[in-house]
């Protein structure tokens, strides 16, 4: 059996079928020829078809003839200003539909849009809620009397207490923060996968594509508060300040209600925090995160082995962790309000 021609040109292929085709072949044995010769990918059926009905209208040339009735360029202003009506007509256009359109090459529809009107397509910004006009004058006024707030330091309004440090971040040094407790709640699993980008390997072209099976998620509902009685009755400062001080499962019935009675029963001060702002909210945007992330792959066998490794992994992190998420609450105050109460990015 005789060996494939792995490599070959379009010049060498064309030959071959006029050669063919001058002794008498069929167009469809000339293709069952190359198929056997080259591969299947040398020149479709109906390319010999058609390159046959070219030598017998007395071709002679193997290369590819100048295209006409096109300029040699579609790139020009013209061209340029429609593919931007397109765009802003609908945003959500794809570059064939405006080939299509236009009757211009889609590569030179990729150019226009990218190279030379500078856009590129991105997935809309996830947000946990449209928030209407009320929801962000409340995040505006609630970010204005927290920053109010952290001016004045035991009344004296003439004191302020906010900086810029490093970097351009916020720094308060005031009592407001060395006595504040912050809490939210998150679901952890006995088996957390791990994420899409934390699974990502380096892949070489000839490499065999790796796989992950499907997880199925063990749910165990817990927050971040526990030891609640020890911590309110001792007054100690800081959820994300110094570390974590609470930590309780919330499959306890009527948490909620608990941890009210208790701040109503020593006299802890209650907050605002507005409607539907994870943003605003260290434990949301600075502790769950990494959080998940180290979680990411584990497995359990039990809940007490699932609280056992979240207890570890806040007793591990450093306090400058904390400090750096609940300091960050000042810049976050801040960006609300001169977005005019929209979501305040990472």
């Not at 504040?180 to 390997?201: A, F, Q, Y």
């Not at 400062?237 to 499962?249: A, C, K």
């Not at 009210?260 to 539907?276: N, S």
């Amino acid at each position: 059996m005789a060996t494939p021609i792995k490599e070959w040109s379009k010049l060498e292929v064309r030959a071959v079928v006029r050669f063919l085709f001058s002794k008498g072949t069929q167009p469809s044995e000339i293709h069952k020829q190359i198929a056997e010769t080259y591969d299947e990918g040398a020149m479709s059926r109906s390319r010999v078809y058609q390159w046959c009905t070219w030598f017998g209208e007395t071709r002679t040339s193997l290369g590819d003839e100048p295209k006409s009735g096109r300029p040699k360029t579609s790139t020009n202003e013209e061209n340029t200003t429609r593919v931007g009506e397109l765009i802003r007509c609908d945003s959500r256009v794809k570059i064939h539909e405006i080939a299509l359109k236009l009757e211009i090459p889609k590569s030179t529809v990729h150019e226009i849009v990218h190279d030379t009107l500078g856009y590129r397509k991105v997935s809309a910004r996830w947000v946990p809620k449209m928030l209407t006009e009320d929801h962000k004058l409340q995040r505006v006024e609630i970010s204005k009397r927290f920053l109010q707030r952290c001016q004045q330091d035991n009344g004296d309004e003439d004191t302020t207490h906010i900086g810029v440090g490093p970097g351009g971040d916020f720094q308060a040094n005031n009592n407001l923060f060395d006595n504040l407790i912050t809490g939210d709640e998150t679901w952890v699993h006995l088996n957390t996968p791990e994420t899409k980008r934390d699974s990502m390997t380096w892949k070489h072209p000839s490499s065999p594509v790796t796989k992950k099976g499907q997880c199925i998620n063990a749910a165990r509902y817990c927050s971040t508060l526990d030891r609640l009685k020890e911590a309110i009755r001792r007054k100690r400062p800081g959820l994300l300040r110094r570390g974590v001080v609470l930590q309780h499962d919330n499959a306890t019935p009527h948490s909620a209600n608990l941890t009210q009675q208790w701040l109503q029963r020593y006299g802890w001060e209650i907050l605002p925090h507005p409607a539907h702002s994870p943003d605003l909210a260290p434990s949301d945007f600075h502790l769950f995160g990494p959080l998940k992330r180290h979680l990411g792959g584990m497995a359990f066998e039990t809940e007490d082995d699932l609280i056992s490794e979240l207890r570890n992994w806040f007793d591990n992190l450093d306090v400058d962790f904390f400090r750096v998420g609940i300091n960050s609450l000042l810049s976050r105050w801040q960006k609300c309000i001169d977005l005019h109460g929209d979501y305040v990015e990472k």
